[in-house]
T-cell receptor, first 114, second 113 residues
Framework: NAGVMQNPRHLVRRRGQEARLRCSPM?????VYWYRQLPEEGLKFMVY????????ESGMPKERFSAEFPKEGPSILRIQQVVRGDSAAYFC????????????FGPGTRLTVL | KQEVTQIPAALSVPEGENLVLNCSFT??????LQWFRQDPGKGLTSLLL?????REQTSGRLNASLDKSSGRSTLYIAASQPGDSATYLC????????????FGTGTRLKVLA
């Protein structure tokens, strides 16, 4: 059973461009969480999605950030008009049953904004 | 609001020493608590998961305990090795309905050969 996959692993964008980060959960998992790790800081929750639904986006910045988890395909975290402060490692995790199962983390996408 | 704290922030020990990493949380209403290891520039490796109904979990040289009443968890590493050098993170899963993890800021461990 393949683990959680994220791509790209490294992404470089110039200020003002868009960044799209993809997360493919483990097979059979329908719950996806996104976390952000800013340099020298801990991981912070961003958003929790189930298939086709955003359940909790309390950690998402109000502007420029959006997330989706369509019926088919990976979950996407989209950052519009990136700024240098968006440079961070973005991790996604998936679980089979929220709360009753551990969250399995992907390797992360490291976003660098020039 | 749940807050998770890890002490110490950094630790340097000689090889072979037994050591304890501490994690404290402010809200005892957690669903589970998980310990992770993170190597520089890498992702998270799950070490131990303790459900809220459990007191401890063991895997090899690692033992994690959970005391919900005092809001504490400890990770015990026996006979430390240079390969144990990494940042250790604890994360508490909330019972708010989303089960999102609240992470501590980590303990950066260095085991000297």
């Amino acid at each position: 059973n393949a683990g959680v996959m994220q791509n790209p692993r490294h992404l470089v964008r110039r200020r003002g461009q868009e960044a799209r980060l993809r997360c493919s959960p483990m097979k059979g998992h329908s719950h996806v969480y996104w976390y952000r790790q800013l340099p020298e800081e801990g991981l912070k929750f961003m958003v929790y999605l189930q298939k086709e639904n955003i359940i909790d986006e309390s950690g998402m910045p109000k502007e420029r950030f959006s997330a989706e988890f369509p019926k088919e395909g990976p979950s996407i975290l989209r950052i519009q008009q990136v700024v240098r402060g968006d440079s961070a490692a973005y991790f996604c995790a998936s679980s089979g049953l929220a709360g009753t199962d551990t969250q399995y983390f992907g390797p992360g996408t490291r976003l660098t904004v020039l | 609001k749940q807050e998770v704290t890890q002490i110490p922030a950094a630790l340097s020990v000689p090889e072979g020493e037994n050591l304890v990493l501490n994690c404290s949380f402010t809200d005892s209403a957690i669903y589970n608590l998980q310990w992770f290891r993170q190597d520089p520039g890498k992702g998270l490796t799950s070490l131990l998961l303790i459900q809220s109904s459990q007191r401890e979990q063991t895997s090899g040289r690692l033992n994690a305990s959970l005391d919900k009443s005092s809001g504490r968890s400890t990770l015990y590493i026996a006979a430390s090795q240079p390969g144990d050098s990494a940042t250790y993170l604890c994360a508490a899963s909330t019972t708010s309905g989303t089960y999102k993890y609240i992470f501590g800021t980590g303990t950066r461990l260095k085991v000297l050969a």
